[in-house]
């Protein structure tokens, strides 16, 4: 059963795919609104039916993994990244839950030239927000600029058997972790899927307890 969150993977005549993320849904109206993650559209409407039928049909199917959920350190992102991502939150926060009013092009506009006018800034840089903060996973932190990643610019680093990242206090007591592999980030995936990214809107610490 799909739910705000679910990825869509859509298998396509021409060979290519596509994955869309369920932003809203209303069963009883039998509408979602999605979004295609890796393209600069607008969210849009599928009926719910139609969906569940493809994916019965095997024309498209739910996925497991998100590549969009990373476990964000606040202590670990410089001050540049957090102010980036603070100031588009300040600007979308009142916006994003006006659902699904938001999602309507024609509405969408008249709210986003509304901001434009308050914050000063372009619409243009407002609804790429709005854009970036739903393909994303709907969190704060989908805001944050790529270059925040450890690596480069988009890029992780390799495992190796060094252990990465910032040595941790009392390393003697509790030991010096491990590298976050391909096998923990699916684990890491499901379980963010299935106790955060729920209408239930629980805060990352109860879903990691």
């Known amino acids: 059963m799909i739910a705000v969150n679910t990825l869509i993977k859509w298998e396509h005549d021409n060979d290519k795919e596509s994955i869309e993320r369920v932003l809203w849904l209303d069963r009883q109206q039998n509408i979602a609104y999605v979004i295609n993650i890796y393209s600069n559209e607008s969210p849009f409407p599928r009926c719910i039916s139609d969906i569940e039928e493809c994916i019965k049909q ?108 910032r040595k941790r206090k009392n390393a003697e007591l509790v030991g010096e972790g491990i590298n976050v592999d391909e096998e923990i980030k699916r684990i890491f995936n499901i379980a963010i899927n299935k106790y955060y990214h729920t209408s239930a ?6 879903a990691y307890e």
């Open 58 to 165: 095997g024309i498209a199917g739910l996925l497991d993994s998100d590549p969009f959920v990373k476990i964000i350190d606040e202590g670990e992102l410089s001050e540049k990244s957090k102010e980036i991502r603070d100031k588009a939150w300040k600007v979308i926060k009142e916006l994003i839950v006006l659902e699904p009013v938001i999602f309507c092009k024609k509405e969408r506009r008249k709210l986003v030239l509304k901001a434009s006018a308050i914050y000063n800034l372009h619409a243009k840089t407002i609804s790429n927000y709005l854009k970036r903060f739903w393909k994303r996973g709907k969190t704060k932190n989908a805001l944050l600029p790529d270059y925040y990643l450890c690596g480069g610019p988009g890029k992780e680093r390799r495992v190796g058997n060094k252990k990465r990242g």
């Open 201 to 206: 809107k629980n805060s990352l610490k109860l």
